[in-house]
């Protein structure tokens, strides 16, 4: 199974900040990456797609990049909805994975 | 609008038997390949199992091959999770989500979950 490995696991930030959430897939995934926001007890919904597509509906400040192996979500101005849990997941193999989590917090 | 809705959560013995629907509306079934992804208490995602449009292509996480049987019913418009041989480490919700209809594949729409509790 490809294993997706993200950092930091948590970071506290304050709104208005830039955020940045790096992904690495244990295997090349080409640009298979997508990016998901779970606020608390609500289920996970789509930001990013093919590593660097935003999803119809979702703020401008939400980008992603990368290929291969690497990549990178951003938020370039953090709003109080925003404060989530983060998760990548590559869908290149059929068994699809999710990474982690990176959870953002308030500073 | 797309709407996705699971039913059949509850609490199990270890062991036990449950089955989990998705009633989706909003979208044509027949032409999305539908995944079942869950979250243990205060965990991350997992990818559990995922089936093909049409239902005669069906995939499974390791952890849950040979006990899990994911299937769906066109007539009906509903995806199923049948799950065998259960254990406490299957406790969790279980979300039921559309797989989007592109070259990269991704889940656009999801279900509000339902629990899954295995204990004695």
């Known amino acids: 199974d490809i294993q997706m490995t993200q950092s930091p696991s948590s970071l506290s930030a304050s709104v208005g900040d830039r955020v940045t959430i790096t992904c690495r897939a244990s295997?090349?995934?080409?640009?298979?990456l997508n990016w998901y926001r779970q606020k608390p007890g609500t289920a996970p919904e789509l930001l990013i797609y093919?590593?660097?597509s935003l999803q119809s509906g979702v703020p401008s400040r939400f980008s992603g990049s990368g290929s291969g192996t690497d990549f990178t979500l951003t938020i370039s101005s953090l709003q109080p909805e925003d404060f989530a849990t983060y998760y990548c997941?590559?869908?290149?193999?059929?068994?699809?994975?999710f990474g982690q989590g990176t959870k953002v917090e308030i500073k | 609008e797309e709407q996705l809705l699971e039913s059949g959560g509850g609490l199990v013995q270890p062991g036990g038997s449950l089955r989990l629907s998705c009633a989706v509306s909003?979208?044509?079934?027949?032409?999305?390949?539908m995944s079942w992804v869950r979250q243990a208490p205060g965990k991350g995602l997992e990818w559990v199992s995922g089936?093909?449009?049409?239902?005669?292509?069906?995939y499974y996480a390791d952890s849950v091959k040979g006990r899990f049987t994911i299937s769906r019913d066109a007539s009906k418009s509903t995806l199923y999770l049948q799950m065998n041989s259960l254990r406490a480490e299957d406790t969790a919700v279980y979300y039921c989500?559309?797989?989007?209809?592109?070259?990269?594949?991704?889940?656009?729409?999801w279900g509000q979950g339902t629990l899954v509790s295995i204990s004695s």
């Open positions: 997941q590559q869908s290149y193999s059929t068994l699809y994975t």
């Open positions: 295997q090349t995934i080409s640009i298979y």
């Open positions: 093919a590593a660097s």
């Open positions: 909003g979208f044509t079934f027949t032409t999305y390949a």
């Open positions: 089936i093909s449009p049409s239902g005669d292509t069906t």
């Open positions: 989500a559309k797989e989007a209809y592109t070259n990269y594949p991704n889940f656009d729409y």
